[in-house]
C-alpha cells in the first residue's frame, strides 16, 4: 500500500495541531495531549513501528522523507498519513530547533492497560523495578533502558513519577520505554502489598543507612527467585511508606566520602547483580 504522503508549506496548516508548540504543551503533561504521546528521533519511531503501535502521523524533515515513507511502508497497516516540511516549518510549529528531524504522534495506552495485573507476569523467576518518585525525564529514560539491559519482567511507577512515554524519557530510553511491560499505580502501598504477597516477591529496596546489606552478600542469595527492586527520588530517596513494605535494603560499597550515585547508575549496578533473567 502506497504512504499517504502530504507536502507540509505552513506552520498554519491545521493537519500539524498534534505537533503544535510541544514544548509548552509538554510541561503541562500528558493531559495536554489526550490520548497521544510523542516520538521523537529515527531510532524511536522505528521502534513504534516494530512495536506495531498505532500512529495517527508522522513528521519529518524534507531529508528524512524517502527513508520515513520506506519505513511506514513495513508498518500494518501502512495508511499513517506522513507529513513532510522545511526545517523551518517544525521549529516554527513545534517552538523549538527540532535537530533530529522526525516526530510521530502515537496512540498513549489507557489506565487500564496500565495496571499491575496487566503488566507484572505470574512466574517462578521474576525481575521487576519499582520506581518511587522519580521526576525526572533523563532518569526515566535511564531507568528504562537499565530494566531493558537486564531483562526487567515489568516496571512499576509511583503516582508521582514523571510520564515514562514524555518524548524526551522515550529518547533517552532508546526507545525501551515503549516496550517494557509498565503499570502506573494510582495505589502506592496497595499495589507494593499486593506485589509481595500475592506475587510472592521480594522487595529489594536501595537505600543506605542502618540495617542496610552490602549488595554483594544479597545477591548470592539462592532463595531470591522473585526480586522486586525499589529506587527512590533524586534528592529525597524512598518515601516512607515504600521503604517500611521492603523486606531487605541494600547498599552499593562505594569510596569513602560519597554515599550515592545517580538513581539510573544505581538501579544498573543493582539489576546487574540481582536480575534473575538469563544474562550474557
Known amino acids: 500500500m502506497t504512504v499517504p504522503t502530504f507536502t507540509i508549506e505552513s506552520a498554519l496548516d491545521p493537519r500539524l495541531e498534534d505537533y503544535r508548540a510541544m514544548r ?3 510541561l503541562r503533561g500528558d493531559g495536554a495531549r489526550p490520548g497521544v504521546f510523542i516520538g521523537e528521533s529515527r531510532l524511536v519511531v522505528e521502534r513504534m513501528v516494530a512495536l506495531g503501535i498505532p500512529m495517527r502521523s508522522v513528521l519529518v524533515e524534507r531529508r528524512h522523507a524517502e527513508w520515513m515513507r520506506d519505513l511506514l511502508g513495513t508498518a500494518r497497516p501502512s495508511d499513517t498519513p506522513l507529513f513532510v516540511a522545511d526545517e523551518s516549518v517544525l521549529r516554527s510549529v513545534v517552538g523549538f530547533d527540532v535537530h533530529r528531524g522526525v516526530l510521530a504522534i502515537g496512540e498513549r495506552p489507557t489506565r ?3 495496571t ?3 503488566a507484572v507476569p505470574r512466574r517462578d523467576r521474576l525481575t521487576v523495578l519499582l520506581v518511587d518518585g522519580v521526576n525526572n525525564a533523563d532518569n526515566m529514560g535511564g ?8 531483562g526487567v519482567d515489568a516496571v512499576v511507577l509511583s503516582p508521582t513519577c514523571h510520564d515514562h512515554l514524555y518524548r524526551k524519557a522515550i ?5 525501551h520505554a ?8 494510582e495505589h502506592w502501598v496497595e499495589d507494593l502489598r499486593r506485589l509481595r504477597d500475592e506475587w510472592g516477591l521480594t522487595i529489594v529496596a536501595a537505600a543506605i543507612g542502618p540495617g542496610s546489606v552490602d549488595l554483594g552478600d544479597l545477591a548470592s542469595d539462592p532463595a531470591l527467585e522473585r526480586v522486586a527492586l525499589l529506587v527512590g527520588n533524586e534528592f529525597s530517596g524512598l518515601s516512607d511508606a515504600a521503604l517500611h513494605l ?5 547498599r552499593i560499597a562505594m569510596a569513602p566520602g560519597v554515599d550515592s550515585l545517580n538513581v539510573a547508575t544505581a538501579a544498573a549496578v543493582l539489576l546487574h547483580r540481582l536480575s534473575r533473567a538469563p544474562l550474557s
Open 171 to 175: 529518547r533517552v530510553s532508546l526507545g
Open 112 to 114: 487500564d492497560a496500565l
Open 24 to 26: 509548552d504543551r509538554d
Open 178 to 185: 515503549l516496550a517494557v511491560p509498565t503499570a502506573r499505580s
Open 116 to 118: 499491575i495485573d496487566r
Open 143 to 150: 531507568l528504562y533502558r537499565n530494566a531493558a539491559a537486564f
Open 246 to 250: 521492603a523486606d531487605v535494603r541494600v
